[in-house]
Structures are given as structure tokens and as C-alpha cells.
DNA sequence: TTGCCAATTGATAGCGCTATCATCACGGCG
DNA sequence: CGCCGTGATGATAGCGCTATCAATTGGCAA
């Protein structure tokens, strides 16, 4: 079934059928009517890899995460979707498993569909990547973190001002023996950011910078509790713990009260991302809530904007993030010695 | 960039070099190597756009759930994802939002894609979309779910017997006044078929069904609370309850807590999905793991035999499912009074 | 009446690729 | 010495759609 078999069944051009569906104001109204009644009876349905190749735009975007195992990822992604399929995109999905070789090879597939845009999560690529990027003429968004050489659009918040945060908050509320941990440093660029600012921030405190890494083991509950377990053998007399996530933060929490450590007493934790784990527990975690959602739905609007002839007058977004104060942190100041 | 620019850089013709780069074993290996030197320098990358119209086969495969925003879809996105990814198809995400209407429309808009199948989450389909995925002549996966009269590949399990299992494990464990408690009845079709198991259960045993619902209100750990306070005020003898998810589950436990109410002592809690918060609480809470993952990988793994000439000798796969027994269900039977 | 413009419809030429068949060179064989 | 099979390569014809320009009509101003 395919537009000619319509425009014969009707007994009109192709071109006249092209526009009744896709362009209805340059078709007189009866002849459109009998045109739309004919192609719902005939069922037909308008042949997009065709229509992609005549008309050089297929009306495709593909997404580029780390990992669907994790789920900070699929707040952006649903943001982006609901924005781009309501305008009619869609969305090809692909993950490069925090492999940066893989994000070249991916890319350069996900460019043979010829797509409107492209989206990146990260802003760190391989110079191949890179110089791929830089030639090839459609929108580049990268999301999550905030380029210092955005490509084309960039939207997220600063990892590195996250750590700043963190330390400065701890700071405030008197804590003097401060620590981070975490995982994946090797593959996930971004906490290695919030680290630098972390670390950077204790530094001009002058305090001391205490940290517990790994380097691959996937985030999990299970090891929070072992991550926290280690730091209290090198450093008994912690006070505060920044965790990578909010699932690490979780399982040190539960590690706490197996241990008898009361929370925030004697530990206060601090998680990462505020996902819904943070505020279940008791005593709920404090959490550092980054606009992951809104950094899809905004990254993929100011995309069609840009496709629709809208250019965005900004093209980078800073949405920022905001420690979300609960139980786990909030002993007095008073409380802790320094 | 395209095939005939390689080819005239060459001196060769079009499709020697596209046979140089996808049917290897048909051009010589001087002539190959020299060809795929080019194809580097040059950049080129194949349109897969116009592959796709010439060839017949985009190498695409939508995948269809009805949210991105509840999280037991993603690990069968991810476990079908990484099967097809492997075998070069990529995939194009799309959601429902449990909207049957949207659904008929979406599958129209994916099959314009002449994609090489189609991957459907649940097995209840309007008649219109039933109509046309008859017509079409691509293998389409329905998961989750099983059906009576599969329309191509079938992988899930039972939603009927989870409901049976429970219910006999609650009558087994000795409690005698059992309830319901879930959301979404209205569009979750599935939790409607282990609601039958049941109450039909419940009723086989002679033991009256207690249920709480609301039709409309998304999953959320809050609801859990809210649904359990419900719950009791219409029946405060009740001592078991199953709840449609492991966030309401969670959200009930937690409720207990606040209201003194000892679990599992006087209420025993049963979730369903097994998500990775049934283990973290404390209790830790009984719950249903269904293989979600595997259901992605298996039904993937089988859409791709069947694409690559193999067809799988079983249509419908039943993957089961497992209660897993944890702390909020463990209150010996004697306890209990009957 | 003539001419012109806008509105509507149609004919044609690709988009970049692959399927298919033709061509050609070469070597073995009758 | 011609015939034929085999392997390697090329020429050509679409795949189903849309961009573009041409053609036709009718209305209206000059």
C-alpha cells in the first residue's frame, strides 16, 4: 500500500495525496475529504524511511546515555521523549555502557540515520568523537554536566559546584572530619568532578579530605554498607559522609543502624541525585536533587525549537541543583566537637 | 558523502564498495582493503535511511511500554536493548501512558517505519490494533504478559497465578482475613488479572476478600501509607495484605512504623516486582520477583532467531515467577489466630 | 475583452542505496 | 581450440516519497 496505490484508488497525482496528508492547506477541501477517506479505508500508512530519504530529514533523534542500569538516566530520558514525541520525533536508543570507545563507534551509526539531532549525556568525548561532532551539520545537545566548550546546546547543572556545595555545607554545620564515597570514578567523569570541587572546597577550609573509592563496582545499596564499613577502619573519627548516590547513602545508613552508629549523631551521610530511596528511609537522607527531568524537557524543547527555526538565544542552560536538607544531617552544630 | 563519491574516489562502482563494506567475501581483498581506505578517509558513514528503503530492512525495532516513569519497565528495556544492540537493530522507545487510544495511534506511526518487528508490552490490544498487527507481516513480540491467542512471539508470565500463588501462600502461612491493596486498576490491565487470581483464590478457600483501590493515582511509596490507613479503618482485623507494588508495599511498612503497628507480627506485607527497596527496609518485605530483564533478553534474543531465519520452536514463553519470603511475612502460623 | 495572478493539481526528477542481471577475464576441459 | 563455469565487477532499475516546476483554471482589474 503506498501513496500511489492511493492517488490511483482516488484518481489524482502522488504529489496531491503528499500533500492532503502533510501539507492539507494546499489541497481544496472536498478533494482532500475524499483523499483521507480513501487512505483510511485503504489503511495506509506514509512509508517514513521513503519519506526520510526524499525529503533529507526522518524526523529522528537519537538519545546516548551511559546505562539504562541506572536510573538517574531515566528522569532525562522521559523528559526528552514527552517533549520529542509531542512534536512528532522519534527517539533511537542507545547506551555506551560508560565505554568512551563505544561512544565513537555509536555515534558514527547513529549519524547514518541521517537525524535531526543528536543527544549526548556528558560532556566529555574523545577527540574522534569530537571532531565528528564538529563537522556534522545538525544540533548537538549535550546534557547533564555544563561544557566549557559546548558543541552546540548544553544543559545541566555544575558537578564540580556540587561538591562545593557539599563541602560548604558541611563546613556550616560544623563538621570537621569530612569524607566522600564512591564508585566508578574511572568511568563516570561527572563525580569525578563533584570530587574536585569537594576536595578543592576542604582544602581552602583547611580541613583534611577524606575519601573511600572504587573503581567499578556498580552503585548499590549493598555496597553503601560496605563503602562506609572501610572508611570507619581507616578513619574512625569521621562526622560526615558525601556519597556518590543516594543508593550508597541508603546501604550506609542501614550499615549504621546494624552497627548501632546513630544517624546523624554521631554520622551524618549525605546522598546524590535525591532519588525516592533518600526520603523513605528512617531518618530520611539528605540529598543533593539535580533537575534531571527538567534538563531532558528543556535540553529536547530548546532542540525543536532549533529545528523549527527558533534558534534558542541561549545555548547553554545552567539548571543548577539544591541540597535537600532531611534527618541524616541535621545534628545541632553545637553537638559535634571541633 | 555518499556511496557514489567513494566509489568514483576508488574507480570503482557503487556497489562494488557497498559490497566491500557489507558482503566482504564478494570483492577481492586487494580491491577491498583499498576501498575501506577510502571509505576512512573520506569519513564515510552509510546512509541507513536510504539502506533502508532500498533493501527493505531498516534494521529498527520499536519498543513500546506504558511508561518510562515506573521503574519495572526499564529492565526489560535493558535486558531487550542489549540483545538487539548486539545484532546491530536499534530501537526506536516509545510509551503509551497506558492510554489504549494512544496506543492504536502509536503502533500506526511505528509501523511507518517498516521496521523488522515490533515489541509490545501486555497482550490486550484494541480490536483496531489487533486488526492491523494481523495484517502486517513483521514478528510482533507482545511481552509481560500471556496471552490466550499470542499473535506472534509471547514471552511473560502468568499475572492470573501470581495472584493464585499468593493468595495460597498467605492461606498456607495461616492468615485468614487477607486483602488487596493497589492503584491503577483501571489501566494496569495486568494487576487486574492477579487481582481475579486472587479473590478467586480467596473465595476457593472460603475466605472473604477484603481490597482497597483507587483506579487512577500513580505507584508512590506515600500512597502506600495512605492505602493501609484506608484499609484498616474499613477492616482493622485484617492481617495480611498484598499490595499491587513494592513502593506502596514500602509505603505501608513505613506506616507501621509511625502507627506502632508490628510487622509481621499483626500485619503480615507482601509486595510485587521484587524492586531492590523490598530488601532495604527493616523489615525487609516478602515480594514477587518477576523476571523482567530475562523477559527483555529472552523475547529479544528470539525476535532476532526469527529475523536471522531460525525461528524459535515455542511461540509463548512462560518465565514464571518467585515469592520471595522475607522478614514482613514471617510471623509463625501459630501466631495467628484463625 | 485581455491579461495577470492566485489557487490548485500534476509530471518529473531525484534522495542514496541495494537487487539483479549483464559483462568480462580466466582457467580447466573435452 | 572453442566451450563453459566461476569469480569479480559494473550498469541499471527501482525502493516510496517529496521538491520543484509546469500546467490549468477561474476571478478580477485594466
Known amino acids: 500500500m503506498t501513496l500511489g496505490d492511493v492517488a490511483r484508488h482516488v484518481g489524482v497525482g502522488t504529489m496531491t495525496v503528499s500533500r492532503a496528508l502533510h501539507r492539507p492547506a494546499m489541497v481544496s ?32 533523534v ?16 522521559e523528559g526528552a521523549y514527552s517533549v520529542l514525541a509531542q512534536h512528532g520525533y522519534q527517539i533511537i536508543l542507545s547506551t555506551t555502557e560508560y565505554q568512551v570507545s563505544a561512544e565513537d563507534r555509536l555515534i558514527e551509526a547513529l549519524l547514518g540515520w541521517f537525524p535531526d539531532g543528536l543527544f549526548l549525556s556528558g560532556v566529555d568525548h574523545s577527540a574522534r568523537t569530537m571532531s565528528v561532532l564538529k563537522r556534522v551539520h545538525i544540533p548537538i545537545v549535550e546534557v547533564m554536566d555544563l561544557s566549557d566548550s559546548p558543541i552546540g546546546i548544553n544543559v545541566g547543572f555544575s558537578h564540580y559546584k556540587v561538591g562545593v556545595a557539599v563541602a560548604e555545607y558541611f563546613y556550616q554545620k560544623g563538621y570537621r572530619q569530612i569524607a566522600y564515597a564512591g564508585t566508578m570514578t574511572e568511568i563516570d567523569l561527572r563525580s569525578v568532578k563533584r570530587i574536585a570541587g569537594f576536595q578543592q572546597t576542604l582544602k581552602d577550609y583547611g580541613l583534611p579530605y577524606h575519601y573511600i573509592q572504587r573503581s567499578n563496582e556498580p552503585f548499590s545499596i549493598a555496597l553503601g554498607g560496605g563503602l562506609l564499613n572501610e572508611l570507619l577502619l581507616q578513619q574512625p573519627d569521621i562526622q560526615a559522609v558525601f556519597f556518590a548516590n543516594d543508593d550508597l547513602a541508603a546501604g550506609a545508613l542501614f550499615e549504621c543502624q546494624r552497627r548501632g552508629i546513630r544517624v546523624p549523631e554521631q554520622l551524618a551521610i549525605m ?33 525543536v525549537d532549533h529545528l523549527q527555526g527558533r534558534p534558542p538565544a541561549e545555548r547553554q542552560v545552567d539548571l543548577g541543583f539544591k541540597i535537600i536538607e532531611r534527618a541524616s544531617t541535621q545534628a545541632a552544630a553545637r553537638s559535634i566537637s571541633d
Do not use: C, W
Not at 482532500?32 to 512509508?47: F, H, P, Q, S, W
Not at 538519545?63 to 528522569?75: A, D, K, R, S
Open 62 to 77: 537519537p538519545v546516548v546515555i551511559p546505562t539504562l542500569l541506572h536510573p538517574v538516566y531515566i528522569p532525562f530520558l
Open 29 to 60: 477541501e472536498p478533494l482532500r475529504a475524499k483523499i483521507l477517506k480513501a487512505v483510511d479505508e485503504l489503511g495506509y500508512v506514509r512509508n517514513r524511511v521513503a519519506s526520510g530519504l526524499a525529503s533529507g530529514t526522518a524526523r529522528l
Open 271 to 303: 546522598g546524590f541525585n535525591d532519588q525516592e530511596i533518600a526520603n523513605s528511609t528512617i531518618p530520611t537522607i539528605t540529598s543533593v536533587r539535580t533537575p534531571r527531568r527538567e534538563i531532558g524537557q528543556i535540553a529536547a524543547q530548546m532542540l
